[in-house]
């Protein structure tokens, strides 16, 4: 990183977020625009709020899932049933300058808080929609969950080994990708605001951001007709590059170039491997792999994976570990990093959050506050817009506003 002090704004500091967003797509995009000084005013719901409150485990009372994705947030309960509660949304739409929703679509329209309604009010408004399919198509209307996704986008088609049931991949994908391609999408949306003055509507799909990851896969599908299928670690165009077992468990080895593979073959003393006819360059080696595993399984078993690792960093060959949760918090480049950063929550104490993963020298992101309680932050958002101290009262003893509501979300 450049030698640069970091100035004391945030890149996205005065610019408020109306997150009407719940689960994990939705939060985990605007986390990202909070991390980076963005305001963002979490919209919940009466009676329980977003629905990963009700997630455990618990710390304090408090979810732990849903700690880790509202950090630096704000939280206000609206209810938008309720007439009153609609126009305290246009009320604050007025004073953002993003919005996000992930509700199944029409339900905004429906409700007079869609694009076409709040744009009128606050043309210079960026409003972002995500949803299971998009806007169009024969499957608008559908529900979308990462798992559904996952399936139809291929990548449970390409995931685990050959005549294994179907294996969704360990990470919501599908969901945190629809996140990431959101928060692209905005800032992108809110460049172009900077120039122009101009707000707009844009959206994705849970199955359009998943599909965006199959990039080997498609390729070769729509190139070739060819459908890829499972392939356990190994890579689809390149080899050694997989995990191997060794003494006492696995590593991952990446020597997938030509000069990786000769290097390889000298480290560990295999260099009868690189005359070889199975394995001389990576065509025969993609065309060999099972013999390529057992042949290099036939050393690495001989020692340790610690041993193995010390041996291929000295000779610059790619390799790794393979962690489970307590080995990677506990790692010394990850602990260097500041991917570990600690935060105080009044009842849930001291937690842990996941560090800003993009190190900006001029104007970093930061984590500066705990998941707030559910609307905590009422009062204070009704105040930014314009509601005076009695009109406040009111909404709050009507259950149109406040934690004390009862009446059912949408």
């Known amino acids: 990183m450049p ?59 408090e979810s732990v899932p849903f700690m880790q994705l509202n ?34 679509p029409g339900t905004m329209e429906r409700l007079g808080l869609g694009y076409a309604e709040l744009s009128k009010l606050n043309p210079a408004l960026v409003y972002c929609s995500i949803s299971g399919f998009g806007k169009t ?21 390409i995931t685990g080994y050959p005549g294994m049931p179907p294996i969704k991949a360990g990470i919501p ?10 928060l692209y999408g905005i800032l992108t949306a809110y460049i172009h605001r900077l120039r122009t003055g101009e707000g707009q509507y844009l959206e994705t799909s849970l199955l359009e951001s998943a ?40 590593m991952n080895l990446g020597a997938a170039n030509q000069p990786n593979w000769e290097r390889l073959c000298h480290a560990i003393g295999r260099e009868e491997l690189l005359t070889d006819s199975r394995f001389v360059n990576n065509a025969a080696r993609m065309g060999n792999l099972k013999a390529l595993e057992a042949e290099l399984e036939r050393t690495f078993t001989t020692r340790p994976t610690a041993h193995w690792l010390k041996v291929l960093e000295e000779a610059g060959i790619p390799a790794g570990p393979i962690y489970d949760m307590s080995q990677v918090w506990a790692d010394e480049q990850v602990k260097a990093r500041d991917m570990d950063v600690v935060t105080d929550h009044p009842k849930a104490g001291k937690v842990h959050n996941i560090g800003v993963a ?9 984590i500066r506050s705990a998941a707030p309680f559910l609307g905590q932050h009422t009062d204070e958002i009704l105040a930014f817009a314009g509601y005076s101290a009695d009109e406040i009262g009111s909404l709050r003893e009507r259950g149109v506003a406040g934690v004390l509501a009862t009446k059912t979300g949408v």
Not at 31 to 50: C, N, Q, R, T
Not at 232 to 239: D, K
């Open 173 to 182: 994908v599908a969901d945190l990708n629809a996140g990431m391609f959101a």
């Open 3 to 61: 030698d640069r002090q970091p100035l004391n704004r945030q890149p996205l500091e005065g610019v408020v977020v109306l997150d009407c967003s719940q689960i994990l797509a939705g939060p985990f995009c605007t986390m990202h625009l909070s991390d980076m000084g963005a305001d963002v005013i979490k919209v919940e719901k009466p009676g329980g709020g977003d629905d990963v409150r009700a997630w455990g485990p618990f710390a304090g009372g």
């Open 71 to 104: 950090r630096n947030k704000r939280s206000i309960v609206l209810d938008l049933r309720d007439d009153e509660g609609k126009e305290a949304l246009r009320r604050l739409a007025r004073r953002s300058d993003i919005l996000i929703e992930n509700y199944r």
């Open 358 to 366: 993009v190190k900006m020298a001029g104007t970093p992101g930061r």
């Open 137 to 157: 198509g024969p499957y608008a209307k559908r529900a979308g969950f990462d798992l559904v996704a996952q399936g139809m986008s291929g990548i449970m088609g």
């Open 211 to 250: 599909l965006t990851y199959t990039v080997w896969e498609s390729a070769i599908y729509l190139a070739t007709g060819v459908v890829a299928g499972p392939l356990g670690s190994t890579h689809r165009l390149t080899a050694p590059y997989q995990a191997l077992r060794t003494e006492d468990g696995y």
